[in-house]
């Protein structure tokens, strides 16, 4: 009898829940368990890296409509105090840079011009090589200076 109740208590020893042995089975994750994390890892990321890589495309197109918007604000100040020749506004066209145009950025290129006889100035952004997908895209700027009205030809993305 000593026997059976040796065995009947190892046995009971080793399903009880406090036993290290279960213990030891039941730390971790089972192979199937991380797959699954895996993949669902995997489904997000792949939908999530387009949205994060045109946010930054959007970015860097708001920057260059920041730059724009406030060179245009200032030829409309400059042109309220009385400035009305291009070398007034723009600069002489031998400045570097010249006059108040934006400086080129790592992403973009600026040109400005102004049209004497419709009252305008005119900023142009273009991408550089380093700016991803808006390489060579433009965005115009324009103010009409009698009504300081600001327009934009259409965003870097249309």
């Known amino acids: 009898m000593a026997t059976t109740f040796k065995s009947q208590f190892v046995r009971h020893l080793a399903n009880s829940p406090n036993s290290k042995r279960n213990a030891l089975l039941q730390k971790g994750f089972t192979l199937v368990e991380l797959m699954v994390v895996i993949v669902i890892v995997g489904i997000l990321s792949a939908v999530a ?13 708001t920057e ?17 105090e009385g400035a009305s020749t291009v070398t007034t506004l723009l600069g002489a066209p031998t400045d570097t840079p010249p006059g108040n145009c934006p400086v080129a950025t790592a992403y973009f290129t600026f040109l400005c011009t102004q049209d ?10 273009t991408g550089t090589a380093e700016s991803g997908s808006l390489n060579t895209k433009k965005l115009k700027g324009v103010i009409v200076l009698p009504t300081n009205r600001i327009t934009f030809d259409k965003e870097f993305g249309t």
């Open 49 to 61: 890296l387009p949205k994060f890589l045109s946010q930054t495309e959007k970015a860097k197109g």
């Open 64 to 80: 260059a409509k920041t730059l724009i918007s406030g060179f245009l604000k200032e030829a409309a100040a400059a042109y309220v």
């Open 116 to 125: 004497a006889t419709l009252g305008t100035v005119t900023v142009t952004a």
